[in-house]
C-alpha cells in the first residue's frame, strides 16, 4: 500500500461496507470470508443478477463513473460467444492506494464480484490485471486464485496478469491489447465490450467496482441505496492525501462533501490552499471552492473538476501549485505511450514550459507560452493521455491566475523550497511500457 493506512469511517453512516473487517488479520483468509459472506450465489439468474445491479445504481469506481447494470448488458448483447471479465488493479495513479488495499486485504470480495460478473455475462475466463514488478504480491493473488478452485467457488479460469508499471498501462484498452500479446498502450478500435480479448466481448471493471458488486448481488440494490446520494447511491473509497493529519484510505457516502471527506482523515494539519481532485488525469481547485462540493461526478463536473478515482490531495498554502504541477506534468511526459506527436513532442514541450514558469519565470510571457502549448496537445493525441495533463496544468494556471502572474513576472515563490507533496514514483521503479 504506500504509507497510507487503511481507517475506520463514519460509523454513524453505516459505514464501513466495502472495508469492513479489512483490519483483521483474517481479512484475507479465505475461510474467514466464506464464514462472513459465504460463497457467491451463482444460482442466481444471470438477468435478474443484472436487473438488481441496475436497480441499485453502481457506478464504475475507476474513473469514468458508467452505469455498471448497463455495461453489463452491454457485453451480453453483444452475443458472440463466451465473454470475457478483466478486473482492473492496475492503480496507475501515484496518489491513490485503494485498489491495492483490496487485494491486499479484501481479494476474496474482489475475486466474488469477478466471479459474479462472469455469471451474469457468461464467460468463461477472467482475468486480474496488476501492476509488474513486485512478485511476492503476484504470487499470493495466484495463491488466493488456487485455494478458490481447490474449493471448487468459482465456475470461471481466473488468472493474474502483470502488466509494465506505467501511467499508460492502466487504461482498458492497454488491458485488452496486453492480454492478446500486444503492448500495453492504449488503441483506437471497437469498444472492449463489442470486441475486447481474442475478439470476444469484454468487461472491463476496477476491483473496487467489482467489490461492490459482490456485496449488492448478496444484500440487494436497496440495502446499496441506504448509502450515499440519490443520484449517486453507494459509498466509494477516497485515498486522502498532502496535508491532512490521518492520511489513508476511506469509505465514504457518495455525496459526502470534499471537506468533509478531509475531516473524515483528521482535518487539515495546516492551512490548506489547494485540492487537487481526481488524481493526476484531475484538476485543481481552491481550497474554499472545493470544500463544499459533493463527491459525486456531476456535482464535481459543475464544479469545473473531476472525481476520476477518488483522489483528494490537500496542498498547503506553503507549498506552490505550480511547482507540484510541473513535477507531475514532467512525470506524464515520461509516462507516455509514444504513439503520436502530441505525446512525443508536445508533453516534453509543456513540461518544459511550465517549469520555466514555476522555477524560473520572471520574463513576463512564460503563461502565455504555457497556455499555447496546452492547446497543441490538448484533444489531438492517439489517445486521452495528453487530455489528462493538459486539463491539469490548464486548471493551476485558471484556479491559480495570481500565483501564476507573480511567478511570471517576479520569479519563483519561496513555496518552492518545502518538500514536495504529490508523490511520484522514483525512476528505478519505472519501466518500459513495450514488452
Known amino acids: 500500500m504506500t504509507s497510507l493506512e487503511v481507517r475506520r469511517t463514519l460509523p454513524a453512516s453505516g459505514l464501513p461496507r466495502l472495508l469492513d473487517g479489512a483490519w483483521s488479520d483474517s481479512s484475507a483468509d479465505l475461510e474467514a470470508h466464506l464464514r462472513k459472506h459465504g460463497p457467491p450465489p451463482l444460482r442466481l439468474r444471470p438477468a435478474d ?16 463513473g458508467f452505469p455498471v447494470g448497463r455495461k453489463l448488458r452491454s457485453v451480453v448483447e453483444a452475443g458472440r460467444g463466451p465473454a470475457v471479465v478483466v478486473a482492473n488493479g492496475m492503480e496507475g495513479e501515484p496518489a491513490s492506494s485503494k485498489d491495492r488495499l483490496l487485494l491486499t486485504r479484501l481479494p476474496h470480495l474482489v475475486l466474488d464480484g469477478i466471479s459474479l460478473a462472469a455469471h451474469a455475462v457468461g464467460a468463461d475466463r477472467a482475468f486480474v490485471c496488476i501492476h509488474r514488478g513486485d512478485p511476492e504480491y503476484a504470487d499470493w493473488l495466484r495463491e488466493c486464485v488456487a485455494a478458490r478452485r481447490a474449493a471448487g467457488i468459482d465456475r470461471v479460469a481466473i488468472e493474474v496478469a502483470e502488466l509494465p508499471r506505467r501511467y499508460v498501462a492502466s487504461e482498458q484498452s492497454s488491458l485488452v491489447r496486453f492480454l492478446d500479446g500486444g503492448p500495453a498502450v492504449p488503441t483506437f478500435g471497437p469498444r472492449p465490450h463489442e470486441r475486447g480479448v481474442g475478439g470476444r466481448p469484454t468487461l472491463v471493471h476496477n476491483v473496487e467496482t467489482l467489490a461492490h458488486l459482490a456485496l449488492i448481488v448478496r444484500r440487494g440494490d436497496n440495502w446499496f441505496r441506504a448509502v450515499g446520494a440519490p443520484r449517486a447511491p453507494g459509498s466509494m473509497l477516497v485515498t486522502v492525501g498532502g496535508a491532512v493529519n490521518r492520511p489513508g484510505v476511506y469509505e465514504v457516502p457518495m455525496g459526502l462533501s470534499v471537506g468533509n471527506a478531509m475531516m473524515v482523515a483528521g482535518g487539515p494539519a495546516e492551512p490548506v490552499k489547494a485540492v487537487l481532485c481526481g488524481g493526476y488525469f484531475g484538476t485543481w481547485m481552491a ?39 510541473a513535477r507531475v506534468v514532467r512525470y506524464m511526459s515520461e509516462e507516455t505511450a509514444g504513439q503520436c506527436g502530441p505525446c512525443v513532442f508536445g508533453l516534453p514541450a509543456l513540461a518544459e514550459v511550465l517549469s520555466e514558469l514555476a522555477f524560473t519565470g520572471g520574463r513576463a510571457r512564460a503563461i502565455q507560452q504555457v497556455r499555447r502549448q ?47 507533496v504529490l508523490p511520484l514514483p522514483a525512476r528505478s521503479e519505472r519501466e518500459e511500457v513495450r514488452r
Not at 459543475?302 to 483522489?311: D, E, H, P, W, Y
Open 374 to 420: 496546452i492547446e497543441l496537445v490538448d484533444r489531438r493525441g492517439a489517445c486521452r493521455h495528453p487530455d489528462g495533463v493538459a486539463a491539469l496544468a490548464r486548471s493551476a494556471l485558471d484556479a491559480f491566475a495570481d500565483d501564476a502572474l507573480e511567478h511570471d513576472r517576479f520569479g519563483p515563490c519561496i513555496g518552492l523550497r518545502r518538500r514536495p
Open 49 to 64: 443478477l443484472i436487473e438488481t445491479v441496475e436497480r441499485s445504481g453502481l457506478t464504475g469506481r475507476g474513473g469514468a
Open 287 to 325: 481550497a474554499e471552492v472545493a470544500w463544499n462540493v459533493p463527491l459525486t461526478h456531476s456535482d464535481m463536473r459543475r464544479a469545473g473538476a473531476f472525481l476520476g478515482a477518488g483522489i483528494l490531495v490537500a496542498l498547503p498554502e506553503s507549498a506552490c501549485v505550480l511547482g507540484e504541477t
